[in-house]
C-alpha cells in the first residue's frame, strides 16, 4: 500500500473490558488475554508527493510491521492464544480485511485554489468515490481523442492521393496496430490498480526505470507535439475557411501564396498557444467542463457526413468545379465556368478570360493552354450512385507543384513556363505512400485517455478493456466507412484539392455535409481547439509525473508547481517544445514528427506485455485475459514498421533520443569496466547484473520465491525425502533462485570426500525430480550451527535466497535424541531473524511426484496476516500442471466481535484486486468454553514434558512411555465423551446485534465461573495447569477441529505457521501444539512471512 494511505485512529464505541488472567510465566504469555479494542484503523489519503517517485506500495506496508496506530485492535479472546506472541507485527485478518479491500484510488489531476485539502489532516474531507461507468470514463474520452484534426483536414486528401485501396491499407495497418497496442495496454492495465499517473505510470512500472524514463518522455514529447499539430490545425481552419481575410502575410504573386500561409501561421499559432497555455494556468477545471461541448462538436461532425452521404443519393449538393482542358481550376476570382459569354447578341469575355489574357478584348494575347483547350463544368459531388467509385479506387501521386488532373483528353501546349503563375490546383507537397502513413497515423492516436482516467472509473478493471477496444472498433468502422464513401462521393480531382480552391475554399469534407459546410468548419474548429487544450494540459502534468519520479535529475525543476499542484514550469517547457512546432507552420510536417514518439511510446507498450508474459512474473495475473505474447510482439513489429514507413530518419532519430535517454539514466555518475573478450563481457556483465540487485531489495510485485531447500541426508548419504525437491520444482517452475543445502555433521578435514559425494547425491535427485537450482553441503561441528550457516550465507551478492523450505520432523516423539526437534525450533527462529519466509511440508511424502491431481482443492487458513505468501504460493502451484486442475479456497476466522458477512465481502474485493480466482469462506469461532479434552491433553503433555526433563531414559522406556500416553490420553477422551456434556462447537453465519450480546452477556455471568469450578472439582490437577498453555492448546484443538471439517479431503492444506515461544523452556510443548493442530490432515504446508509484503494489488 502506498504511503499516500496513512491510518488514523478513530476511538471505538466500546469500552474496553477486561481479559483473562495469564500466567506471567508461561511459554506463550504476550498479555494477549487483555481487551484491545480501543481504537478502529481507518484510511486517510495524504495527498503530499512520494518522496520515493514510485507511487507504488513501499515495502513497509501498514498491514505489516505495524506498530502504532492498530496495536488497540488486535485481538481479543482465547481462540487464536496460539499467535498472540506476534500479533503486533502479523495482526488478525479480520481486523485488516476491511482495510485491505476498501482503498481508496482518488481522480487524477490537480486541486484548484478554493478545493484544496487541509494537508495536516486536521479538517476532514468527505471522499466522493468514483462513480464513472465504461461509457462516460472511457468511451468517450477515447472517441473525442481519436477522432480529430487529421480526419477533418486531411481525410479527403489522403483518399484523393493514395485511391481508395492505398487509404484502406493505410487505415487498416494503423488501426490494426492500436487495436493490438489496446490489447496489450488492457492487460497492463487490469494487471493491478493503475494510480495517478495513468499511461506513463503503466508504462514505465513493467520496464523499469531506464525504459520508462525513455519512453515516458517520448510519450510526452509526442503528446506536446500533438498540441502543436492541433493548433495548427485550428489556425488553418480560421485562416482558410472562416476568415481569410484576417491573413496578415499577403502574397502578392501565386508563387509567394504558400510562404505567406506558413507565416501567418506561425504568428497566429503563438498567440493561440498563448491564449491557450494561460487558460491552462488560470484553471484546468474550466477545460475539463469543456470537454463535453468538445465532443458534441466532433459527434455532431461526423453525424454530419454520414447524413451529406446519405443526401447525396437523392440530390447531390451543386459544388460545380472548373477544368480547363483536364486541369483544375482555382475558382475564387470568377464566378462562370466559360471563356465568353453573350449578353445582348454581343460575345464579351469572362472573369476567367481576363485571368488567363493579357486584357479583356476577343483579340488579346493568351495562354497557350488556355487557347488551345476548352473549358467544362463537373459537379464536384457526383454522389453515391455516381459510379465515380472507380475513377477514386487508384491511387495518383506527383511531386509539389504537379498540377491536379482529370483523366480526360486535352491538348498540350508546348510552352508550359507560366503554369505555375496561372490558377491551377497544385500539389503543395511532393506525396508518397509512406508520407501519407506519417500523417494519417495521428489520427488513430489517443487511445490511453481510458487509462488516464483509472481514478476516476468505478471498475477501472473492466471499463479501461472494454472502454478502449469498443473506441477502437467504432472510430475504425468510421474510417474506413469514409475512405470507401469519400471515394464515392466526391469527384477525385475535389479530393486531391487538400485546400478546396477548386470549390471556392469551402473545407472538401464540408461540401459532403448536410445541411451545411459550416457545420463540419465550426464543428472540427472547436474540436481541434478542444484538442490542444486538452494536450496543453495533459503534457506538463506527465512531465511533472516524470520529474517527481526523480529518475532525471536534471527534469527534477519541473516536478515543482504552484502551492494547489499545477505543475507551472513543466507548463512553461511544454508551451516552449509546442512552439517549435507552430514554427515549423506545415500540418503535414508535424503530424510524422509526433507519429514517432506516439509509434514508440506503443511499442514499448507491446514489448512490456509480451515481456510480462514470456517472464511469467508472479505478479502478472491481468483480469483481462485475452491477450498473447504473440499478438504484443506483432504489434511491436508493426509499430517498428510504421516508424521505419513513415519517416526512416525521423524514427532514427527518435529511437537516438530515446536511447541517450535510457543510456543516461542507467549510466549517471557508474563507473563500467570492461573484460577484454567473451568471457570477460560475460563476466563483467554477472557482475553488473549482481550488482545492481543488491542496491536495492526487489520491489512487492517482483517478489518471487527464492528458496534455500534444507534436506536431510540418511546414512548412506542419499536424500531422505525426494518429494521436497518435487514440490520445489512444482512451486519454482524453473523460475528465480533454489538453493539445495545440507549439513554433515564433523569437520572438513576428516569428510571433505563425504561432502563431495553428498552434493552428488542431491544433483542426482535434483535431476531426478527436475529441480533446476544449486547445491550447497556444508559440513560443520553440529548440525544447528550448519543449517545456522547456510541460513546466514547461502547465496551470492543479490541472488539470495529469502525463503527456506523444510520437511517438518515427523518423528520427533519417537527421537531418541531432543536435539532433532530442538534444532528444527532454532531454524525456525533463525529465518525469523533473518527476515525470511518459512515453509514447513508435513508429511512430505505423500505429496504428488509428476502425476497431474485430478479436480480438488488447495485450502489455504488465512489466520493472520504476514506478507501475503497464502495467497502467493497457491497461485505458483496453479501454474504446474500437476495442481493446474485444483482450484484455491481461502478460509479466514472470525471472532464474536467480527461481521462476518462483511469480511466475505472484503476479502473477495481484496481478492478482486489481487487478480486471483479462489472461492471464500467465512468460518466463525466464538469463544466457546474450554473443553476438559483440552484440559486433559495439556495436563498429559506437561506430565510428559516434566519426566523427560527429570529422567535420561533409555530409547525402550521412551517408547513404552509414549505408548502408555497414547493409551491413557485415547481411554480419557472416550470416558468424556460419555461422562459429559460438552456441546460441540456452533459455526454460526450470521451474528445479530442480539445475539452477540446475549452471548458476551453469557460469558460474563457469574454461572460460568462456576462451571468452570465444577470443571476442576472433577479432576483438581487441572488447576495447577499453567493456564497459557490451557489456551495454546485450547486454540490448536478448536482450529483442528474446523479445518478437519472443512478441508479434510483437500489435495493442499496451507496453514499459518505461529511462531515458537520466546522462553525456550517451553519448545516440546510447541511441538505438540503443531501437532495437534495439523493432526487428520494428509498434506500440509506450514507458512511463516518473511516480515514484508509479498503480493500488491498494484501494476
Not at 194 to 215: D, K, Q, T
Amino acid at each position: 500500500m502506498s504511503e499516500r494511505f496513512r491510518v488514523v485512529p478513530v476511538a471505538h464505541a466500546d469500552e474496553s473490558a477486561s481479559g483473562d488472567a495469564t500466567d506471567g510465566d508461561s511459554a506463550f504469555d504476550a498479555g494477549a488475554g487483555e481487551e484491545r479494542r480501543g481504537s478502529v484503523p481507518i484510511l486517510r489519503y495524504s495527498r503530499e508527493p512520494n518522496k520515493y517517485g514510485d507511487g507504488n506500495p513501499r515495502e513497509s506496508s501498514p498491514f505489516i510491521n505495524n506498530t502504532d496506530d492498530d496495536k488497540g485492535n488486535l485481538y481479543d479472546g482465547k481462540n487464536m492464544a496460539l499467535f498472540e506472541e506476534e500479533m503486533d507485527s502479523n495482526p488478525m485478518v479480520s481486523s485488516l480485511l476491511s482495510k485491505l479491500a476498501n482503498y481508496t484510488n482518488l481522480t487524477q489531476g490537480v486541486r484548484e485554489h478554493e478545493e484544496a485539502d487541509d494537508e495536516e489532516g486536521a479538517k476532514k474531507q468527505a471522499v466522493k468515490s468514483p462513480q464513472m461507468g465504461t461509457f462516460i470514463g472511457v468511451y468517450l474520452p477515447c472517441l473525442q481523442n481519436i477522432l480529430g484534426v487529421i480526419l477533418f483536414l486531411r481525410m479527403t486528401w489522403i483518399v484523393g492521393t493514395a485511391g481508395i485501396l492505398e487509404s484502406f491499407i493505410i487505415v487498416s495497418m494503423c488501426c490494426s496496430c492500436t487495436m493490438l497496442t489496446a490489447i496489450s495496454m488492457s492487460a497492463i492495465a487490469t494487471n493491478g490498480v493503475v494510480p495517478a499517473g495513468g499511461s506513463y505510470y503503466m508504462i514505465s512500472r513493467p520496464l523499469g526505470p531506464e525504459f520508462g524514463g525513455a519512453v515516458g518522455l517520448c510519450f510526452y514529447l509526442g503528446t506536446t507535439f500533438a498540441g502543436a499539430m492541433y493548433i495548427l490545425g485550428t489556425i488553418e481552419i480560421l485562416l482558410t475557411y472562416i476568415v481569410p481575410s484576417a491573413a496578415i502575410f499577403k502574397a502578392e504573386e501565386k508563387a509567394g501564396e504558400a510562404d505567406a500561409m506558413l507565416n501567418n501561421m506561425r504568428v497566429y499559432g503563438t498567440c493561440c498557444l498563448t491564449l491557450m497555455a494561460l487558460v491552462v494556468f488560470v484553471g484546468v477545471k474550466y477545460v475539463n467542463k469543456l470537454a463535453l461541448v468538445f465532443l458534441a462538436c466532433v459527434v455532431l461532425s461526423i453525424l454530419a457526413i454520414y447524413a451529406g452521404v446519405i443526401k447525396t443519393i437523392f440530390e447531390p449538393p451543386v459544388f460545380p468545379v472548373c477544368l480547363l482542358g483536364n486541369r483544375t481550376l482555382q475558382n475564387h476570382d470568377f464566378d462562370k465556368c466559360m471563356k465568353t459569354e453573350i449578353i445582348d447578341n454581343v460575345t464579351v469575355t469572362t472573369e476567367l478570360w481576363s485571368l488567363f489574357c493579357k486584357g479583356p478584348e476577343l483579340n488579346a494575347s493568351c495562354n497557350e493552354y488556355f487557347t488551345l483547350n476548352n473549358v467544362t463544368e463537373i459537379q464536384g459531388i457526383p454522389g453515391l450512385t455516381s459510379g465515380v467509385i472507380l475513377e477514386n479506387m487508384w491511387g495518383s501521386y506527383g511531386p509539389a507543384g504537379m498540377m491536379v488532373e482529370k483523366a480526360v483528353p486535352s491538348v498540350p501546349a508546348s510552352d508550359s513556363s507560366q503554369d505555375p503563375y496561372m490558377p491551377y490546383v497544385v500539389n503543395d507537397i511532393t506525396a508518397f505512400f509512406t508520407l501519407l502513413v506519417g500523417i494519417y497515423f495521428p489520427s488513430v492516436t489517443g487511445i490511453m485517455a481510458g487509462s488516464n482516467r483509472s481514478g476516476d472509473l468505478r471498475d477501472a478493471q473492466r471499463s479501461i478493456p472494454i472502454g478502449t477496444i469498443l473506441a477502437i472498433a467504432t472510430t475504425t468502422v468510421i474510417y474506413l466507412s469514409c475512405v470507401v464513401l469519400f471515394g464515392a462521393c466526391i469527384e477525385g480531382v475535389v479530393l486531391r484539392d487538400k485546400f478546396g480552391d477548386s470549390v471556392k475554399g469551402n473545407l472538401v469534407i464540408g461540401t459532403l455535409s448536410w445541411p451545411s459546410p459550416w457545420v463540419i468548419v465550426i464543428g472540427s474548429f472547436f474540436s481541434c481547439c478542444g484538442a490542444g487544450l486538452q494536450s496543453l494540459t495533459g503534457a506538463p502534468r506527465l512531465l511533472q509525473a516524470i520529474a517527481r519520479d526523480g529518475i532525471v535529475p536534471f527534469l527534477e525543476v519541473f516536478g515543482h508547481g504552484k502551492a494547489n499542484g499545477e505543475p507551472t514550469w513543466a507548463l512553461l517547457l511544454t508551451a516552449v517544445i509546442c512552439e517549435s512546432g507552430i514554427l515549423i507552420a506545415s500540418l503535414d510536417a508535424v503530424a510524422p514528427i509526433l507519429s514517432m514518439f506516439f509509434l514508440m511510446c506503443y511499442l514499448f507498450v507491446n514489448l512490456a506485455c509480451a515481456l510480462q508474459t514470456l517472464l511469467r512474473t508472479p505478479n502478472w495475473r491481468p483480469r483481462f485475459r485475452y491477450y498473447h505474447w504473440a499478438l504484443s510482439f506483432l504489434g511491436m513489429s508493426l509499430c517498428l514498421a510504421l516508424m521505419f514507413i513513415s519517416s526512416w530518419y525521423y524514427a532514427l532519430v527518435a529511437m537516438l533520443i530515446a536511447g541517450c535517454i535510457y543510456k543516461y539514466i542507467e549510466y549517471r555518475g557508474a563507473e563500467k569496466e570492461w573484460g577484454d573478450g567473451i568471457r570477460g563481457l560475460s563476466l563483467n556483465a554477472a557482475r553488473y547484473a549482481l550488482i545492481r540487485l543488491e542496491e536495492a531489495p526487489p520491489h512487492t510485485k517482483n517478489w518471487r520465491p527464492q528458496l534455500l531447500v534444507l534436506l536431510n541426508l540418511d546414512a548412506e548419504l542419499s536424500v531422505k525425502h525426494p518429494r521436497l525437491l518435487s514440490f520445489t520444482t512444482q512451486l519454482k517452475a524453473g523460475k528465480g533462485l533454489t538453493i539445495v543445502g545440507s549439513v554433515l555433521e564433523g569437520t572438513y578435514l576428516t569428510r571433505d570426500t563425504d561432502a563431495k559425494r553428498a552434493e552428488q547425491s542431491i544433483k542426482s535427485a535434483m535431476a531426478a525430480e527436475k529441480t533446476k537450482g544449486f547445491c550447497h553441503v556444508v559440513v560443520s561441528s553440529n548440525l544447528r550451527d550448519g543449517f545456522s550457516h547456510l541460513i546466514q550465507s547461502a547465496g551470492l551478492g543479490g541472488m539470495k535466497h529469502n525463503s527456506v523450505l523444510m520437511s517438518w520432523p515427523a518423528n520427533w516423539k519417537q527421537s531418541n535424541d531432543p536435539q532433532s526437534w530442538r534444532n528444527f525450533i532454532e531454524t525456525i527462529r533463525e529465518t525469523t531473524a533473518a527476515h525470511q519466509a518459512l515453509l514447513v511440508a508435513k508429511n512430505v511424502d505423500s505429496f504428488p511426484h509428476q502425476e497431474r491431481l485430478g479436480e480438488g482443492t488447495i485450502d489455504v487458513w488465512w489466520i493472520v496476516h504476514d506478507g501475503g505468501m497464502l495467497m502467493l504460493l497457491p497461485f505458483l502451484l496453479q501454474q504446474h500442471k500437476v495442481w493446474r486442475k485444483c482450484k484455491m479456497r481461502i478460509f479466514t476466522v472470525a471472532q464474536l466481535d467480527d461481521n462476518s458477512i462483511q469480511m466475505k465481502k472484503d476479502l473477495q474485493m481484496f481478492l478482486y484486486h489481487l487478480r486471483l480466482n479462489a472461492e471464500v469462506e467465512v468460518v466463525e469461532m466464538h469463544d466457546s468454553d474450554i473443553s476438559a479434552f483440552t484440559y486433559e491433553k495439556t495436563l498429559v503433555m506437561e506430565q510428559r514434558s516434566q519426566m523427560l526433563k527429570q529422567m535420561q531414559l533409555s530409547r525402550t522406556e521412551r517408547e513404552r512411555e509414549a505408548q502408555l500416553i497414547h493409551d491413557r490420553n485415547t481411554a480419557s477422551h472416550a470416558a468424556l465423551n460419555d461422562k459429559t456434556d460438552v456441546s460441540p462447537e456452533r459455526v454460526h453465519m450470521t451474528w445479530t446485534k442480539d445475539k452477540f450480546c446475549s452471548e458476551r452477556n453469557r460469558s460474563r455471568e457469574p454461572n460460568t465461573n462456576m462451571a468452570v469450578r465444577d470443571l476442576f472439582n472433577m479432576k483438581p490437577e487441572w488447576e495447577s495447569l499453567n493456564q497459557s498453555n490451557v489456551r495454546c492448546m485450547h486454540t490448536a484443538v478448536k482450529l483442528n477441529e474446523v479445518v478437519v471439517n472443512k478441508s479434510q479431503g483437500a489435495h493442499l492444506v496451507l496453514l499459518n505457521m505461529p511462531g515458537p515461544p520466546k522462553n525456550r523452556g517451553g519448545d516440546e510443548n510447541y511441538m505438540e501444539f503443531m501437532e495437534v493442530m495439523m493432526e487428520g490432515l494428509n498434506r500440509v504446508l506450514l507458512v511463516r512471512g518473511g516480515g514484508r509484503e509479498v503480493i500488491t494489488i498494484y501494476s
